[in-house]
């Protein structure tokens, strides 16, 4: 079954870049839309953004300014940047694939699996 | 952005109860409505998709009602595995989730 591991630096500092990797295992990267969502501590659960395959992404309005998702299909591999980052980026990052079908009518669409999440600290 | 509004925030039970949560949109949100599971330390699980549909392997004894505005997710006889954190998820537009209802025992 597919599984999902997120990967990167614990702790980053005020105004430098988040830095986060996720590796796709048992399944092909080059289907489905992958996601980002995060979970500051004691709040919500927020969806980042998505990429594709083949490139093309969908960013939160809310962090769009900052963010970038990469992919890279040789290493099954995608990627999330947040630049110029302040406390309020502390959260557990999660990965995550986003499935979903089409009835016809309407595309259905939700996460799974997720990755087990990676919690980064933003602090000096 | 669509809002989410979970109730309650919390919950206790006892072993074999029957739960329901329920999850408010802020606006239609027709069927795109999903709900997971979340135990600290592990991967958020989804149970239930497109407000109704029942994700492959999880047990018959979870489901989900629902559409518009109104939805429901009801565990017919809790076990001791289901004590988490359940969060609501739309899907109609930019994806938003509820704020979470802690399930713990009694």
């Known amino acids: 079954q597919v599984q999902l591991q997120e990967s990167g630096p614990g702790l980053v500092k005020p105004s430098e870049t988040l830095s986060l990797t996720c590796t796709v295992s048992n399944d092909s990267i080059s289907r489905y839309y992958w996601s980002w969502i995060r979970q500051p501590p004691g709040k919500g659960l927020e969806w980042i953004g998505h990429?594709?395959?083949?490139?093309?992404?969908s960013y939160n309005p809310s962090l769009k300014s900052r963010l970038t998702i990469s992919v890279d299909r040789s290493k099954s591999q995608f990627s999330l940047k947040l630049s110029s980052v302040t406390a309020a980026d502390t959260a557990v990052y999660f990965c995550?694939?986003?499935?979903?079908?089409?009835?016809?009518?309407?595309?259905?669409?939700?996460?799974?699996?997720w990755g087990q999440g990676t919690l980064v600290t933003v602090s000096s | 952005d669509i809002q989410m509004t979970q109730s309650p925030s919390s919950l206790s039970a006892s072993v074999g109860d029957r739960v329901t949560i329920t999850c408010r949109a802020s606006q239609s949100i027709s069927t795109h409505l999903n709900w997971y599971q979340y135990k600290p330390g592990k991967a958020p699980k989804l149970l239930i998709y497109a407000a109704s549909s029942l994700q492959s392997g999880v047990p018959s004894r979870f489901s989900g009602s629902g559409s518009g505005t109104d939805f429901t997710l009801t565990i017919s006889s809790l076990q001791p595995e289901d004590f988490a954190t359940y969060y609501c998820q739309q899907s109609y537009s930019i994806f938003t989730f509820g704020q979470g209802t802690r399930l713990e025992i009694k």
């Open positions: 990429i594709y395959y083949s490139g093309s992404t």
């Open positions: 995550a694939r986003r499935a979903g079908y089409y009835d016809g009518n309407n595309y259905y669409n939700w996460f799974d699996p």
